[in-house]
């Protein structure tokens, strides 16, 4: 007898949101950014459902050696490159594109037979100081993949830290500019938010949405509705039990809560060991029956406390949407102080899944 809690993943909304992404694209071409576990939707079901992205990016060899096993034979992006040496054999066997981000890696591409040719990314460090190289080394770098017979192509990439911020992309996108103006070769620069925000200064060649084709929003004084994205993942639950509580009566661990007036709590059948955030604190937006309330009291493991004072259809077995459908990701990660990012990927794997 399962537990009442189920994800459903929305091949239409991700198929829905790709559309949109490409929009913004306007011809560049579209790296689905599927790591994570495809943001915690499941990798091979969301390469599925974005059969008509131009190409996947993600971070595991496992995960490329899954995609191709599954019968993809589009271009994989390996967003991180290769680790060590023992990874290089199988970039050209599998068709992978690494992104070079190190001297360690060129030296590791130097010396090795990869046994026929395959496409680079050359990651620029702009100003995010996580993974690039720095100006002193990028004509280095370009130099020894352009020289290496092994590499077919090189496209210059870089990674913006604040598309979403104040800061924006002009920045970067000078000194990604500068760096590399003397470099022919294809660029592709732009995640979600710089898509939807900045779209004519970062479509290149290649663009690399990932959130948005999740229905999220990269923004937080934009929502994911604004775009026209739809939530592709959709937490739900039910109702397992009621308490009728005077006032003066404490919810839940910690006594945290104690109710002011009369108040019917609904225990709804969903925790942190679910992936809802457990620093969701009391307010945090919840729909009981398809009506907007609030969580009480502290999280605990496998179940959160609503307050359903009023809600007629709020019995035993009643429906709750955790996040998704009718209720933003980001709205919950926001009172929970997280971005969505965090909540879809850290969807438990006790979770059922079901699609649509
Ligand atoms: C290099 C790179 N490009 C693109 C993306 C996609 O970013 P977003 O999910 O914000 O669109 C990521 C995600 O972290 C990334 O690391």
Redesign the pocket.
């Known amino acids: 007898m399962p537990r009442p809690i189920r994800a459903t993943i929305s091949s239409a909304a991700l198929k829905h949101n790709l559309d949109i992404a490409r929009r913004y694209a306007a011809g560049s071409k579209v ?1 689905a ?1 599927i ?1 994570a576990n495809g ?1 915690g939707h499941g990798l091979l079901r969301v390469a599925k459902a974005l059969e008509a992205a131009d190409g996947f ?1 993600l971070l595991d060899l496992v995960d490329a050696l899954r995609l191709r096993s599954a019968g993809v034979n589009k271009p994989i992006l390996m ?1 991180e490159g290769f680790f060590k040496p023992q990874d290089l054999p199988f970039l050209e066997k599998y068709a992978l594109t690494p ?1 070079v981000h190190s001297l360690a890696q060129v030296e590791m591409l130097k010396s090795s037979d990869l046994g026929g040719q395959i496409d680079a990314y050359l ?1 620029i460090n702009s100003g995010m100081n996580r ?1 690039g190289f720095a100006p002193d080394n990028v004509l280095l770098a370009w130099n020894s993949l352009r020289e290496d017979p092994q590499i077919r192509s090189v496209t210059l ?1 870089t ?1 913006f830290a604040d ?2 911020g104040e800061s924006g992309v002009r920045g970067q996108l000078d000194w990604f500019n500068q760096m590399t103006h003397s470099l022919e070769a294809p660029r ?1 620069v ?6 939807l925000r900045y779209p004519e200064e970062t479509r290149a060649a290649w663009v ?7 229905g999220c929003s ?1 923004f937080l004084d934009q929502s994911a509705a604004s775009f026209g994205l739809q939530p592709a993942m959709t937490l739900s639950s039910e109702i397992i039990a009621l308490q009728k509580l005077q006032p003066g009566e404490r919810v839940g661990y910690g006594f945290s809560y104690e109710t002011a007036g009369e108040m019917t709590v609904g225990v709804v059948a969903c925790g942190y060991a679910d992936g809802y955030p457990r620093h969701a604190p009391t307010g945090t937006p919840v729909l009981v029956a398809g009506q907007r309330t609030r969580i009480v009291g502290k999280v605990s493991m496998d179940m959160i406390c609503v307050d359903v004072t009023g809600i007629e259809a709020a019995r035993v077995g009643a429906p709750v949407t955790l996040w998704g459908d009718g209720l933003s990701a980001d709205e919950v990660a926001m009172h929970a102080g997280t971005l969505s ?1 965090e909540l879809l990927c850290r969807l438990a794997p006790r979770v059922p899944v079901v699609e649509t």
Not at 208 to 214: A, K, S, V
Request: hydrophobic share 50%.
């Open positions: 790296w950014v790591k943001y990016a967003l992104v990651k993974l990439m990674h598309a979403d592709s732009a995640n979600s938010a710089a898509l690399r949405p990932g959130i948005m084709l999740y990269p990012y």
